[in-house]
């Protein structure tokens, strides 16, 4: 499991709350999982959700952490350096994902709608997969994506409608 999805939840938690932190949430995901495999449905063929699941409330453990990163993003488009290729690669296309104007909307949106956000967005869940993943009704996956686009939408403007 850890071979298969480590790539993904790390790159999710990149995206969320950066390299200074990715390396530590990613393998706490798994030690997390680990350490809670008796909970995990085995009749699920994919831990995919489970996964994000705990990575998602990792990155909430983190507090404002997450809005402050956003917030920071908004006020300034320089990146810092980073070592490997792989990072830079994360790097350039969190870069071009996340424009000021985009940060400074995450920045806004609770952390609940930006969960499902970025579940959607960044990790590519389905609205069934976001909710495994949170524990929440897939109306209310449907309904907090909703909102959190229409924040953003009124933050970016009509000529950035990516999301």
């Known amino acids: 499991m850890f071979d298969r999805y480590f790539g993904t939840i790390?790159?999710?938690?990149?995206?969320?709350?950066?390299?200074?932190?990715?390396?530590?949430?990613?393998?706490?995901?798994?030690?997390?999982?680990?350490?809670?495999?008796?909970?995990?449905?085995?009749?699920?063929?994919?831990?995919?959700?489970?996964?994000?699941?705990?990575?998602?409330?990792?990155v909430a453990d983190h507090g404002r952490g997450e809005a402050r990163r956003y917030r920071a993003m908004a006020r300034s488009a320089e990146l810092p350096d980073v070592a490997n290729h792989d990072e830079r690669v994360v790097q350039r296309v969190s870069a071009e994902v996340m424009q000021p104007r985009l940060a400074a909307g995450l920045a806004r949106l609770s952390a609940g709608d930006r969960d499902v956000l970025m579940l959607v967005a960044c990790a590519q869940l389905s609205y069934e997969e976001v909710a495994e993943a949170l524990d929440i009704p897939r109306g209310t996956v449907g309904s907090r994506l909703n909102r959190a686009r229409k924040k953003l939408r009124k933050v970016i403007g009509p000529h950035e409608e990516a999301l």
Do not use: C, K
Request: hydrophobic share 40%; no cysteine.
């Open 10 to 58: 790390h790159r999710y938690v990149y995206m969320r709350l950066g390299e200074s932190v990715a390396d530590d949430l990613a393998a706490e995901t798994f030690l997390r999982a680990f350490r809670q495999r008796d909970r995990y449905d085995i009749g699920r063929p994919d831990a995919r959700a489970w996964l994000y699941g705990i990575a998602s409330n990792l």
